[in-house]
Nanobody, 121 residues
Framework: QVQLVESGGGSVQAGGSLRLSCVASGDIKSIPSMAWFRQAPGKERKGVALSNGDRATSIVDSVKDRFTISKDSAKNTLYRQMNSLKPDSTAMYYC???????????????WGQGTQVTVSS
């Protein structure tokens, strides 16, 4: 079993920054891949950033110039730095973990409870 706990969300004005964190605990070795997904009200959950430990990362093109993903393996923590936030970034952000490096939410076994990000204009 793996537990994921997100933090770092909040309310900011457009142009501001937030850093989301996801701390993983439990059977860490069983989850080589981690990801950030977002779900806006009334919308489906979509992947926004992937991490395969030290081997690979991927970020959706629409935010690649403003957002980054990184992982501190010593702390079992996945980060998402979000800069120059826009109102359309408002969503619940979820951390996910699983075996595959994938944009598909169904491939992830473990999920955190989510952290809300609200960006006002």
């Amino acid at each position: 079993q793996v537990q994921l706990v997100e933090s770092g969300g909040g309310s900011v004005q457009a142009g501001g920054s937030l850093r989301l964190s996801c701390v993983a605990s439990g059977d860490i070795k069983s989850i080589p891949s981690m990801a950030w997904f977002r779900q806006a009200p009334g919308k489906e959950r979509k992947g926004v950033a992937l991490s395969n430990g030290d081997r690979a990362t991927s970020i959706v093109d629409s935010v690649k110039d403003r957002f980054t993903i990184s992982k501190d393996s010593a702390k079992n923590t996945l980060y998402r730095q979000m800069n120059s936030l826009k109102p359309d970034s408002t969503a619940m952000y979820y951390c996910a973990a699983g075996l595959r490096f994938s944009w598909c939410s169904a491939t992830y076994t473990y999920w955190g409870q989510g952290t809300q990000v609200t960006v006002s204009s």
